[in-house]
């Protein structure tokens, strides 16, 4: 078990604890309608005495009315439970998903707030009731050996029988029910990534194309959900059809008994009784087996999950990084194991401004990425100023970064609040971050695009910047970027999107950022950019093919460039 889920569990004990000693006094006064019915036929009719049974029915009123509030408490103090493993494991499993690498166990992770929800919901409802009062069937059958030995045999037989079935459910539903819910998170996954991109499927006609196959996905989900429901449902019968014949067939044998003067008549109804309560536990196991193999199946995803995190461990508080960096054989490998980049080695001095160039699907914004500590290397080292990337807090060095990827990323929320990297959600002074996000925007060359806006700064953007255009969104994206301030400006593309006038005051954002010391390193297709370059650095197949002085990479270029050029021969028109 991972140590974190260890410990949310452990903040959670004292509500399992006392669950647990509310359900032993439960199945105690469970006891009482069985007392009540002896009493009535073996003390109240053969004497009628009113009295009596008007004591022994108070006595069953005030056990019922206790067992219903204490059952009432076990459920609530089940669901506080699950509640405070939430607050207990939410935030983590958000950050480890969060901080995964993107390009590894991504579709994993993107499940794991819905199976943490599973489980929860597992922990509170009718299956853990079961299991808290499973420990109470030995005890009930004992009581059975009470009443008389045949009721007893009777009683185990029912229980053996009604756990192989529950053994025959776990083997023809187990596999099929883990294929299935593999099957839904894919399905899910795949139907929120077509709806967050509905604009994109109805303007390029692939309506029909989606939704045939999200359909096909769904067919093969309901397939694999049927058939360990049918597989299961036949269990769940027989388990009952058990349970109900072996519990008339307790009358039958307390009837034989008290035929023959070994029962008293009380207990005919007794048997019936105890036999139906030892099964029950057992019988609702297996009527909610599909949640505890649901649940069965997001405890081991979480405890993968929390596993593969790295540890939170308290780094010391580096000061803010002048800009200088290094990387030391640098490699990053893909899912199926294919490099992407291949021992990548270069180093930036403070204030300058690095063009990473290169034919498309040659590693640049892997590059980026990686250096933006957006994807986790499998190899080498990136240091900052000195220290490996791993040495500083994430939080903290990327508060002095600033990274705009080539999709701009944005998220649900007002346009400030983006810019300002949503540092309104931790409690900031908000007049500070309204002066910071509208002196990032001006730098951004945003201010005047933003406040043209019928909302302005606090216009409200749908999933991924839905509301604004290419351009507009890039130009957010790239204030968000410059926020604060940083001290290392990644940028991937920035000009991808914008038109002439854009590109000349991203020429001018930068020309401002390189005066105030800002490292600059930017993905450019572009020579518009070229002027405020100090050096280039050329990626080919995943490998730095050349970098240097932009002036003598340039040289270097032209000269290869009339090498290969064909040498024209006289004569030739």
Same mark, same amino acid.
């Given at each position: ?85 939430? *607050?207990? $494991? &939410? ?5 480890? +998903?969060?901080?995964?690498?993107? /390009?590894?166990? =991504?579709?994993? !992770? @993107? ?116 058939? *360990?429901? $049918? &597989? ?5 019968? +027989?388990?009952?059809?058990?349970? /109900?014949?072996? =519990?008339?067939? !307790? @009358? ?118 990686? $250096? &933006? ?139 401002? &950022? ?60």
């Amino acid at each position: 078990m991972n140590d974190t889920i260890r410990s949310a569990l452990q903040a959670c004990r004292r509500h399992f604890t006392t669950a647990i000693v509310f359900s032993a006094l439960v199945n105690l006064l469970f006891i009482v309608p069985m007392l009540y019915m002896l009493q009535v036929y073996e003390r109240v009719v053969p004497t009628r005495g009113h009295t009596t049974l008007y004591m022994l029915t108070l006595v069953l009123l005030v056990g019922l009315v206790t067992m219903a509030a204490l059952d009432t408490l076990r459920s609530r103090l089940l669901v506080r439970a699950g509640v405070r493993l939430d *607050a207990q $494991l &939410a935030h983590t499993i958000l950050e480890s +998903t969060l901080g995964r690498p993107s /390009q590894r166990g =991504q579709r994993g !992770a @993107l499940q794991a707030m819905r199976e943490f929800d599973t489980l929860r919901q597992a922990m509170t409802g009718p299956a853990i009731l079961a299991v808290l009062d499973a420990p109470w069937v030995p005890v009930y059958i004992l009581i059975a050996f009470l009443l008389h030995p045949w009721i007893g045999v009777l009683c185990v037989v029912g229980a053996v029988l009604v756990v192989l079935l529950a053994v025959r459910n776990e083997n023809v539903t187990r596999a099929r029910l883990q294929e299935a819910n593999q099957a839904a998170g894919l399905a899910y996954s795949d139907f929120e990534t077509m709806v967050a991109a509905g604009d994109v499927v109805r303007a390029l006609g692939m309506r029909d194309a989606m939704v045939s196959g999200h359909l096909a996905q769904r067919a093969q989900m309901m397939r694999l959900q049927t058939e *360990a429901s $049918l &597989a299961s449902s036949g269990v769940t019968a +027989t388990s009952k059809f058990v349970r /109900q014949f072996l =519990q008339s067939l !307790a @009358l039958g044998v307390g009837a034989l008994l008290a035929i023959d003067g070994k029962i008293s008549p009380g207990a005919i109804f007794a048997s019936m009784f105890i036999v139906g309560r030892a099964l029950a536990p057992i019988d609702q196991m297996v009527g909610n087996w599909r949640s505890i193999i649901q649940a069965r199946g997001a405890w081991t995803s979480l405890n993968d999950l929390l596993d593969q995190s790295p540890p939170d461990i308290a780094l010391t508080q580096l000061p803010r990084p002048q800009g200088r960096i290094e990387v030391e054989g640098l490699h990053v490998v893909s899912d199926d194991g294919q490099p992407i980049l291949q021992n990548i080695n270069f180093s930036v001095q403070p204030g300058q401004v690095i063009a990473i160039v290169g034919p498309s699907g040659a590693g640049k914004s892997t590059l980026v990425r990686t $250096l &933006a500590g957006a994807t986790i290397p499998n190899h080498g080292v990136i240091r900052f100023d000195g220290a490996d990337q791993r040495n500083w807090d994430p939080q903290r060095l990327a508060e002095h970064v600033g990274y705009m990827p080539q999709e701009s990323a944005l998220f649900r929320g007002s346009i400030k609040e983006n810019i300002a990297r949503f540092r309104n959600r931790m409690g900031e002074d908000p007049g500070q971050i309204d002066t910071d996000a509208i002196a990032a925007a001006q730098i951004a060359g945003a201010h005047e695009l933003i406040q043209r806006l019928p909302g302005g700064y606090d216009q409200q953007l749908g999933p991924g910047g839905r509301g604004l255009s290419a351009g507009q969104m890039q130009r957010v994206a790239l204030a968000r970027a410059l926020f604060r301030g940083p001290s290392i400006l990644i940028l991937d593309e920035p000009n991808s999107n914008l038109d002439a006038d854009g590109d000349q005051e991203l020429l001018q954002c930068l020309h401002q &950022a390189k005066a105030r010391g800002t490292t600059v390193l930017l993905v450019a297709h572009r020579m518009s950019m070229m002027p405020i370059v100090d050096g280039l650095l050329i990626i080919q197949e995943g490998r730095v093919a050349a970098y240097g002085p932009r002036d003598e990479i340039l040289r270097k270029i032209n000269a290869q460039k009339t090498v290969s050029a064909p040498t024209p021969q006289p004569g030739v028109a």
